[in-house]
Every structure is written in structure tokens, then in C-alpha cells.
């Protein structure tokens, strides 16, 4: 689900004025009210852009005239050295801005490209990349957005739309089969995943009906077992890997078989891409 446009609007004001404070001393101090400029933004870097709208969001939230062009579309790629975007205006406006506009843009935009990158990875094995809870506090909507325009899927969004149960569930609970059986009775109609550690725990899981079995740490030879064993039952599960996954052995995680991979780095580890505006000298016609 894309945000909404008054949660983003939410975000770029809140990220504005944890920026501004009281007010941008320097623009204030260095541009005299009414000067106009013109400024692009430019990707020093290959990548997937994203929060191209968020971007401008940031401009007009300052001054309704500011005019935006983005170049690119969320999802697409992008060549080092490329226009993404203009913006012209009232140069107090768009100074003040820049910082926030990129900073949205480098962040999402590295979710996006490094979704893409482990997509790309397991291209035509037919599983999905998947990303996590491990959000940045306030932006997990935005992040989610990027994965998806990085080609990547969505786990849960949150603790309210899926049942996940982990072993400190179990352990409170005293089995997987009763944590699941809870599950069902107090959250009808609730997709249910289990965690397992070893394919004891997903021959239980399967047992207990759970909708979706995650493979937590397991070897590539356990998770082609489980895969064997799951096809085998009469109602199977969903496959997810998930722990110690790396770009490296994405490839032959895809190849055992399981339907997903989930991958907390997605949007844990971010590395922004790197973009940077640059402004002409003469004013805005």
C-alpha cells in the first residue's frame, strides 16, 4: 500500500520542523526575501529511485509556488550522473528544503535499490524477497512503499495484521500446537505463521495447520528437507527462510525450494544512495 497522501504530508512536516527549529538562521541570514533560484537534483550514483513525491512534498510544504519537476518515476532506475528532478522558486523556500527533499530521497531510494539488487539475485526461481518489522521508527509505511518499488514483497506491516509465532511465544504457550490452536480461536481469519529452528518443529508446525512455516537459520540441506516434507503433507504450508541470509547464498536459498526469503536488512541496513542538488547561478525566469 502506497501512503496515504496526508501521512506523508504528516512526515515532511515533522522531519521539516526537527530541521528548522525556530528557523533556517543561514538562508535567513544570506538570501534577502524574494530572490529566486533553480536547483537539480542529480544522482552521483547508479540505483532504484524512490520518494520522488515526497521530495516535492518538502518544497511546496514551505512555499506553495515552488514548482517541481521529478524526472523519474518511483520503481525506476537510475545511471549515475542523470537529472532526477528540478525545482525553482523562492530560494529561501528551496534551501531550506534541500536537506529534508534528499534526505527522504537517499533513504528510500537505498531500500528500493537494495531490494532490487536481492531480487535480481533470484530472479526466475519463482520465490519472493520479503522484508521485515525492522523498520526505521516513523517511516515504516515509506520503507515498505520503497521495498516494493525495489520489486521486493511485504511481510507483515505490523502486529495487527498477521499472527507470528516465535519461541518465546511457544515456550509461554507450552507447544506449538497449542500456541496455534489459541491463535486460531482468538484471531479467526488471521493468516498464522510459525517460527521453527530445526525440522522437528516444522513437522509440528505443519501438524498444528499453520498457514505459513518460517525456516529460521536452518542449513541449505534442512530447508530442501523441509521443502520435500511440506510438499509431502496433505495441506501445506508456506515456506519463508529467514537468519543468515546474505546476497552471496541468496541464490542457492531460492534453489531449495522455498516459496520466500525475508531479509531484515532491506530497511535496517540502510546505505542511502548518494544524490546531491546543485543550483544555477542565474534566477528562475
Same mark, same amino acid.
Request: hydrophobic fraction near 45%; glycine fraction near 8%.
Given at each position: 500500500?502506497?501512503?496515504?497522501?496526508?501521512?506523508?504530508?504528516?512526515?515532511?512536516?515533522?522531519?521539516?520542523?526537527?530541521?528548522?527549529?525556530?528557523?533556517?538562521?543561514?538562508?535567513?541570514?544570506?538570501?534577502?526575501?524574494?530572490?529566486?533560484?533553480?536547483?537539480?537534483?542529480?544522482?552521483?550514483?547508479?540505483?532504484v529511485i524512490c520518494g520522488v513525491e515526497v521530495a516535492g512534498l518538502c518544497f511546496r510544504a514551505l512555499d506553495a509556488?515552488?514548482?517541481?519537476?521529478?524526472?523519474?518515476?518511483?520503481?525506476?532506475?537510475?545511471?549515475?550522473?542523470?537529472?532526477?528532478?528540478?525545482?525553482?522558486?523562492?530560494?529561501?523556500?528551496?534551501?531550506?528544503?534541500?536537506?529534508?527533499?534528499?534526505?527522504?530521497?537517499?533513504?528510500?531510494?537505498?531500500?528500493?535499490?537494495?531490494?532490487?539488487? &536481492?531480487?535480481? /539475485?533470484?530472479?526466475?526461481?519463482?520465490?519472493? #524477497?520479503?522484508?521485515? $518489522?525492522?523498520?526505521? *521508527? !516513523?517511516? =515504516?509505511?515509506?520503507?515498505?512503499?520503497?521495498?516494493?518499488?525495489?520489486?521486493?514483497?511485504?511481510?507483515?506491516?505490523?502486529?495487527?495484521?498477521?499472527?507470528?509465532?516465535?519461541?518465546? &511465544?511457544?515456550? /509461554?504457550?507450552?507447544?506449538?500446537?497449542?500456541? #496455534?490452536?489459541?491463535? $486460531?480461536?482468538?484471531? *479467526? !481469519?488471521? =493468516?498464522?505463521?510459525?517460527?521453527?529452528?530445526?525440522?522437528?518443529?516444522?513437522?509440528?508446525?505443519?501438524?498444528?495447520?499453520?498457514?505459513?512455516?518460517?525456516?529460521?537459520?536452518?542449513?541449505?540441506?534442512?530447508?530442501?528437507?523441509?521443502?520435500?516434507?511440506?510438499?509431502?503433507?496433505? $495441506?501445506?504450508?508456506?515456506?519463508?527462510?529467514?537468519?543468515?541470509?546474505?546476497?552471496?547464498?541468496?541464490?542457492?536459498?531460492?534453489?531449495?525450494?522455498?516459496?520466500?526469503?525475508?531479509?531484515?536488512?532491506?530497511?535496517?541496513?540502510?546505505?542511502?544512495?548518494?544524490?546531491?542538488?546543485?543550483?544555477?547561478?542565474?534566477?528562475?525566469?
Amino acid at each position: 500500500m502506497k501512503p496515504s497522501l496526508f501521512e506523508t504530508a504528516a512526515t515532511v512536516r515533522r522531519a521539516l520542523e526537527e530541521d528548522i527549529g525556530h528557523r533556517d538562521v543561514t538562508t535567513h541570514a544570506v538570501i534577502p526575501e524574494g530572490v529566486l533560484c533553480r536547483g537539480t537534483i542529480i544522482a552521483k550514483q547508479a540505483g532504484v529511485i524512490c520518494g520522488v513525491e515526497v521530495a516535492g512534498l518538502c518544497f511546496r510544504a514551505l512555499d506553495a509556488s515552488a514548482r517541481y519537476e521529478p524526472a523519474f518515476e518511483d520503481g525506476q532506475r537510475v545511471a549515475a550522473g542523470q537529472k532526477l528532478a528540478s525545482v525553482e522558486g523562492p530560494a529561501r523556500a528551496i534551501l531550506t528544503a534541500e536537506r529534508t527533499a534528499l534526505n527522504f530521497l537517499q533513504l528510500l531510494s537505498a531500500t528500493a535499490t537494495a531490494t532490487r539488487r &536481492h531480487v535480481d /539475485a533470484i530472479a526466475g526461481t519463482g520465490c519472493r #524477497v520479503l522484508d521485515t $518489522r525492522k523498520t526505521i *521508527p !516513523g517511516l =515504516r509505511t515509506a520503507q515498505k512503499y520503497a521495498v516494493r518499488c525495489g520489486g521486493g514483497s511485504n511481510h507483515r506491516l505490523g502486529l495487527y495484521d498477521m499472527v507470528l509465532i516465535k519461541e518465546n &511465544h511457544i515456550a /509461554a504457550a507450552g507447544s506449538i500446537a497449542a500456541a #496455534v490452536a489459541s491463535a $486460531r480461536r482468538e484471531a *479467526p !481469519g488471521i =493468516r498464522v505463521e510459525v517460527e521453527t529452528e530445526n525440522l522437528g518443529e516444522l513437522d509440528q508446525a505443519l501438524a498444528a495447520g499453520a498457514d505459513v512455516i518460517m525456516l529460521d537459520d536452518y542449513s541449505l540441506e534442512d530447508m530442501r528437507t523441509a521443502v520435500v516434507r511440506n510438499r509431502a503433507h496433505a $495441506r501445506p504450508a508456506e515456506l519463508e527462510c529467514s537468519g543468515g541470509v546474505s546476497l552471496e547464498r541468496l541464490r542457492a536459498i531460492a534453489a531449495t525450494g522455498v516459496d520466500c526469503i525475508s531479509i531484515g536488512g532491506l530497511t535496517k541496513h540502510v546505505r542511502a544512495i548518494d544524490l546531491s542538488m546543485r543550483f544555477d547561478a542565474a534566477p528562475a525566469l
